[in-house]
């Protein structure tokens, strides 16, 4: 019963709180000033379109028992309209810096319309074909065969919140770009706070719950894949991968560290799911050197296009 559990999670102040990222800080004119390198921008692609991928996940969210549950269903509302804005911001950068791929329709006075990359993200949506449509079915019968199901998709928010923010973490590390640092530290804000709310939902669903945590465990060790998997190719998420994770020894530790964190959620002790997804991309890249290589970048537009004014119009609104 929901009453009875404890969730570790302030959801009332989240709620009240919960805004559109505001960027206007950052100095969007230095950006094209500073370079990026292939893996940034690979990174930071991927990033993009995960981000506004998210929506989609919604949809398979809301399919399920999830929706029956009015604190969750008061988060989602609010994290997805947080998810927007970070796509929104990946792609402000980008186009920023000078890469716009494919090129996008633009106002009569040269500003781009929200939101950005429509022809991107129709492209992406339309090249997942029948089998993703179909995806939203094993979590809908699912969730109504088994009451612990819900943990499930909690448990595996939690990991991808993790996940999401580690990588940012990993791409500061990485990345010499001085705004792109600037942007992303205020990202990790919003998605460490994404991640206490998935998590809190999951040790309170597997704290004295045995057979919930059995069938989790089971579940994710059958079933889980990496945060953009099946949007993004086998190739493109051991590129982010290797690029991130197994580039060096703080990588490993930060992939590691994502493993050590889910497994403090009841019934996941000892999982490496994560440690085990960066493996398998070495051993690929191992037997075949030319696999998962970041694209070259390519050809920068120049000069860059102007400034985004919805990321001012906030700094005058605050
Ligand atoms: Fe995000
Ligand atoms: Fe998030």
New binding site residues.
């Given amino acids: 019963m929901a009453s009875r559990r404890l969730i570790d999670f302030d959801i009332d102040k989240y709620v009240r709180n919960s805004k559109k990222l505001d960027l206007s800080f950052l100095d969007w004119d230095d950006i094209p000033r500073h370079e990026l390198s292939d893996g940034d921008v690979m990174s930071m692609q991927y990033m993009m379109d995960i981000e506004t991928h998210t929506v989609i996940y919604l949809r398979d969210l809301l399919a399920t028992r999830a929706a029956k549950d009015p604190h969750v269903t008061a988060f989602l509302a609010c994290?997805v309209y947080?998810?927007l804005w970070?796509g929104e911001a990946f792609s402000d950068f980008l186009r920023s810096y000078g890469l716009e791929v494919p090129v996008e329709p633009r106002l009569p006075d040269g500003r781009t319309p929200l939101p950005t990359r429509p022809r991107r993200t129709a492209q992406i949506r339309e090249q997942l074909g029948i089998g993703h449509r179909l995806a939203i079915l094993p979590s809908m019968i699912g969730s109504a065969l088994m009451p612990d199901f819900i943990a499930l998709h909690m448990t595996w928010g939690a990991i991808n919140?993790l996940t999401?923010l580690t990588g940012y973490y990993q791409l500061i590390r990485r990345s010499s770009h001085p705004v792109l640092h600037q942007m992303l530290r205020r990202i990790i804000q919003?998605?460490r706070r994404?991640f206490a709310f998935y998590r809190a939902q999951a040790k309170a669903r597997l704290t004295d719950n045995p057979r919930g945590g059995r069938l989790v465990r089971w579940l994710l060790k059958a079933l889980w894949t990496p945060v953009g998997a099946g949007v993004k190719s086998d190739e493109e998420v051991d590129t982010l991968a290797l690029y991130l994770l197994a580039d060096s020894p703080e990588g490993l530790e930060g992939a590691r560290s994502i493993d050590r964190t889910i497994a403090e959620i009841p019934g996941l002790e000892g999982l490496t799911l994560i440690e085990d997804v960066v493996d398998r991309a070495v051993e690929r890249r191992r037997r075949n050197p030319l696999w998962a290589i970041p694209p070259r970048v390519p050809q920068r537009t120049s000069p860059a296009p102007p400034r985004e004014p919805h990321w001012v119009h906030t700094a005058a609104a605050a």
Avoid: K
């Fill in positions: 994290w947080e998810e970070h919140e999401t919003d998605e994404h």
